[in-house]
């Protein structure tokens, strides 16, 4: 009796494993064609895929594989979508500009966030609030904002961003208008955090003098006096060539500091230059 119901047991597991790949083909093929016919691409299987992130519906999960990946441009941004294997659907739309500063939007039914650096900032519409930062957080969650939870697809469990990605979180059974909902939703969310401040360069060295530099301004260049180039003296330019005329009363030139002889035919008195001079001499 015991090998019986062994038996049935395993024809029932191989059943239903059987039935589960069915389901799972199908459901690929669905996907496949749905990427088809919005011109988008897709792919079967990427491994790598789910460590791009780490908060929300993806904290360590990236020992999973991302399957039935649809990849593309839908108004104007990049996306992804794809199963996490058998946990989740998951929506990924890439901003320009990223932030340091990351939100998180889940049901009220929904455990709080694994990240420490997480902190719960409160309701807004149906939907309960955590960022890295309340201050900023505060100024992003606006009417607009309510507005937005409000009018959000059922499905679309967790709504997050980290960095330059805003992510959502969809059960596995959702189909082709649940895909279309969700990476509209999420694109429109990623639309509202271009307010999030952009991230911090990180500093090289010591910070600048005079206190904290304005990222909308160059540096001014950073000069070491221990390698600034020695001053080069300019060349000394020869005086022209030729036979200089002396200046009356005075030596040439060449002649200066020795005692200035008389021209022999001088028979006046000495000049008042010469007088000057002359003491000067002896």
């Known amino acids: ?16 494993l059987y039935i589960d790949r069915i389901q799972h083909q199908r459901g690929g093929r669905v996907r496949q064609m749905w990427a088809k016919a919005q011109n988008f691409t897709y792919t079967v299987e990427d491994p790598n895929l789910p460590a791009t992130w780490r908060r929300a519906a993806l904290a360590k999960q990236d020992y999973l594989s991302a399957v039935d990946i649809v990849s593309g441009i839908r108004r104007g941004e990049q996306f992804f979508l794809f199963d996490l294997e058998d946990t989740a659907t998951i929506v990924a739309v890439r901003r320009e500009i990223g932030s340091d500063v990351d939100i998180d939007l889940r049901l009220k039914t929904t455990p709080p966030p694994r990240d ?5 900032l ?11 930062n309340l201050e900023i957080a505060r100024r992003v969650c606006d ?17 997050w961003s980290e960095g330059n990605w805003t ?56 000069t070491d006096l221990r390698e600034r180039p020695a001053r080069v ?12 005329r002396p200046v009356e009363g005075f ?32």
Request: net charge neutral; glycine share 12%.
């Open 1 to 16: 009796m015991w090998f019986g119901l062994a038996v049935i047991a395993l024809v029932g597991a191989a059943v239903l």
């Open 116 to 120: 420490a650096d997480m902190e719960l």
């Open 122 to 132: 409160g309701g807004i519409g149906p939907r309960i609030v955590f960022a890295t």
């Open 143 to 159: 009417q607009r904002m309510v507005a937005f939870t409000e009018g959000l697809p059922a499905k679309l469990q967790m709504l």
């Open 167 to 222: 992510l959502g979180s969809l059960p596995i059974t959702a189909m082709g208008r649940d895909w279309d909902d969700a990476i509209d939703s999420v694109a429109r969310l990623s639309g509202m955090l271009h307010v999030l401040p952009p991230p911090r360069e990180p500093r090289a060295g010591r910070s600048d003098r005079g206190g904290n530099h304005d990222p909308g301004r160059p540096r001014p260049p950073q």
């Open 233 to 244: 003296a300019p060349p000394r330019v020869a005086p022209p060539t030729g036979e200089r």
């Open 251 to 282: 030596p040439p030139p060449g002649e200066r500091g020795r005692a200035p002889s008389r021209p022999q035919d001088f028979d006046g008195p000495p000049t008042q230059a010469a007088e000057r001079i002359r003491p000067d001499l002896d």
